[in-house]
């Protein structure tokens, strides 16, 4: 799945259709930005990159801020330049103003051209949580105690430590991306993906959102795929069927 998304992203870098980069943190999209790196192309120092959140209230040195995540995952492997690697101002005075700065610097940079999504277990993409309105810009987002809890395990798993806020890119930020690819593996989002892919347009689940997007190509582990009631099974699929179809 890694080497899928790598792949693309390098396909159109390659063919010139690729400068800016939108990047999701979380651990699903970390084998991505590995494969990236071990790619070794050059072409990589010359992208421009968007993360898309950041939580509010931690100081950009905090290891669990994006700031931090982004330099050690995507900045620092990738050989990019940090002036060109861009997360929302979440330890801003003024978040709306920093919110609408993230909009329009994204949208002076000529937009995102292909966006890596993980998805949430009750189904936000980036932060946007649950009942976020779907053409949604960046914006200050209160996080969801399930939210809180899921990643309380980046703060030692210590809830108090996970901040209760954050600036996201919004449902229609997103949507405005060229491309997105979206990454689940495991059973815990097993639920959040038949919603996501099967379920009505919902902002119930921020990610169905993702049916209106042109270009969405959703990579998926077996767990991550079970409760999809749609999907051919892997013998009438065939064993090695490649990269997805009909994405
Ligand atoms: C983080 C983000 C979130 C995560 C989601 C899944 O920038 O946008 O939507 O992608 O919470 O996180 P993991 O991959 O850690 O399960």
């Not at 809890?149 to 997103?174: E, K, M």
Request: net charge negative; hydrophobic share 40%; proline share 6%.
């Amino acid at each position: 799945m890694a080497r899928w998304a790598a792949d693309r992203v390098l396909h159109r870098l390659r063919t010139r259709s690729l400068s800016v980069l939108g990047v999701a943190t979380g651990s699903s999209p970390l084998p991505v930005y590995r494969a990236l790196a071990a790619s070794g192309e050059p072409a990589l120092a010359s992208l421009r990159v968007f993360a898309l959140d950041e939580y509010v209230g931690l100081p950009h040195h905090h290891p669990q801020s994006y700031h931090c995540v982004v330099d050690r995952e995507v900045t620092r492997p990738l050989g990019l330049d940090p002036a060109r690697v861009h997360v929302p101002d979440g330890a801003a005075d003024d978040l709306d103003a920093a919110a609408a700065e993230y909009e329009h610097l994204i949208a002076a940079s000529g937009g995102i051209d292909l966006q890596v999504l993980g998805i949430g277990a009750n189904g936000h993409v980036g932060f946007n949580e649950p009942f976020s309105s779907l053409r949604s810009r960046t914006r200050v987002e209160t996080l969801t105690a399930r939210t809180r809890r899921d990643n309380a395990r980046f703060f030692g798993g210590d809830l108090q430590q996970v901040p209760t806020s954050c600036l996201t890119q919004g449902l229609g930020t997103i949507l405005d991306a060229d491309e997105v690819v979206l990454i689940a593996t495991g059973a815990a989002k097993a639920h959040a993906v038949a919603q996501m892919v099967e379920g009505p347009l919902s902002s119930a689940c921020p990610a169905s959102v993702l049916q209106l997007h042109p270009r969405a190509t959703v990579l998926l582990d077996d767990r991550a795929a079970a409760q999809l009631t749609r999907r051919d099974d892997h013998e009438q699929a065939g064993a090695a069927t490649g990269p997805p179809r009909n994405p």
